[in-house]
Structures are given as structure tokens and as C-alpha cells.
Nanobody, 126 residues
Framework: QVQLVESGGGSVQAGGSLRLSCAAVGGSAGDYFMAWFRQCPGKEREGVAYISTSARGDYTYYGDAVRYRFTISRDNAKNTVLLQMNNLKPDDTAIYYC?????????????????WGQGTQVTVSS
């Protein structure tokens, strides 16, 4: 059973950049459909970015709020999935979670994912 460990969160001013990393322990990240979600207090978990399995060509999807600012990618040599976040805005402030699943489905629906990391805080100040 794969375990997901996130790192890279922190505090940054608006316009800055952060890179989140999700390490897959006990499994190969390339074999899973992977995604990043985020959640603010009192709000539902929101899909941020998604990458398909390596066998399916690492196809990516993005939420409307982050498209053209965030980039999801794999580093199979390190068994990790990365989320590069540029031009950050205060509205991007949230806890960011890495998720993985075996099957297919609507990429932005949290309940379709089998495995979750513990979350990492991202805070963007104006």
C-alpha cells in the first residue's frame, strides 16, 4: 500500500513561487493517477492539478483557478510528483494534499482517490 508524503509548503508573498513535492513510499508513483487538492477552512476539498499514469503518457489537467500558473509533473527517478506554483495569490492560501488512485474517473472528485498525504500548508500574503 503506497504512502504519500508531501513537502515544500510555506509562506510567500503574492507573486512569489513555491514547489510542492509528493513522495510515494511503498509504491511506484508512475503506476498511479496522481493529483493535488487544496482545502480552506469551511470549504470543500478542491482539485488543483492531475497527472495520469506514465503508461498513459502523463496527461495533465488543471483547475480553472490555477491554469497557466501551476504545473504538475513527475520525477520518476525520485518517485515523486511535483507541483510548481508560480505567481501565487492570497486566494491560493490553503492546505495542499497529494492524492493517488488506481482507477479512472472524474479527476477533480476527491472521493475517487484511494490514498492521501497528510497535507502541507501554503500561505500567500498580499
Amino acid at each position: 500500500q503506497v504512502q504519500l508524503v508531501e513537502s515544500g509548503g510555506g509562506s510567500v508573498q503574492a507573486g512569489g513561487s513555491l514547489r510542492l513535492s509528493c513522495a510515494a513510499v511503498g509504491g511506484s508513483a508512475g503506476d498511479y493517477f496522481m493529483a493535488w487538492f487544496r482545502q480552506c477552512p469551511g470549504k470543500e476539498r478542491e482539485g488543483v492539478a492531475y497527472i495520469s499514469t506514465s503508461a498513459r503518457g502523463d496527461y495533465t489537467y488543471y483547475g480553472d483557478a490555477v491554469r497557466y500558473r501551476f504545473t504538475i509533473s513527475r520525477d520518476n527517478a525520485k518517485n515523486t510528483v511535483l507541483l510548481q506554483m508560480n505567481n501565487l495569490k492570497p486566494d491560493d492560501t490553503a492546505i495542499y494534499y497529494c492524492a493517488a488512485r488506481i482507477g479512472v474517473g472524474e479527476w477533480h472528485i476527491a472521493s475517487t482517490y484511494n490514498y492521501w498525504g497528510q497535507g502541507t500548508q501554503v500561505t500567500v500574503s498580499s
